[in-house]
């Protein structure tokens, strides 16, 4: 199984980034996939997920209304639309998928992960 993600990069205070994570080596439709991020020096946390029919999806109140995640099953990737970026949300981002039926929101729950991409957000 690989998760790659891609996307990150360097951005200004309000500006947008998309980020994207491609899957291969499992049935993709088979698991909800989730974004968490880590800052340096800090824990690893929750910022997205979704159902693994794209039909649900759930946040962290931090970034609710700015981030948007997708999937599109046919091509087994999903997506991370982030808006209105702040500089607190530098960090590495990390896709993760869940054989789980539900949106989990804690690492131990996921079954695969990919490599970090590095969002940094400029004031």
């Known amino acids: 199984v690989q998760l790659q993600a891609s996307g990150g990069g360097l951005v200004q205070a309000g500006g947008s980034l998309r980020l994207s994570c491609a899957a291969s080596?499992?049935?993709?439709?088979?698991?909800?996939m989730g974004w968490f991020r880590q800052a340096p020096g800090k824990e690893r946390e929750f910022v997205a997920a979704i159902s693994r029919s794209g039909g649900n999806t759930y946040y962290t109140d931090s970034v609710k209304g700015r981030f948007i995640m997708s999937r599109d099953n046919a091509k087994n990737t999903v997506y991370l639309q982030m808006n209105s970026l702040k500089p607190e949300d530098t960090a590495d981002y990390y896709c993760?998928?869940?054989?789980?039926?539900?949106?989990?929101?804690?690492?131990?729950?996921?079954?695969?992960w990919g490599q970090g991409t590095l969002v940094t957000v400029s004031s």
């Open positions: 993760a998928a869940a054989r789980a039926g539900w949106l989990p929101t804690t690492t131990p729950a996921y079954d695969y």
């Open positions: 080596g499992l049935t993709f439709n088979s698991y909800a």
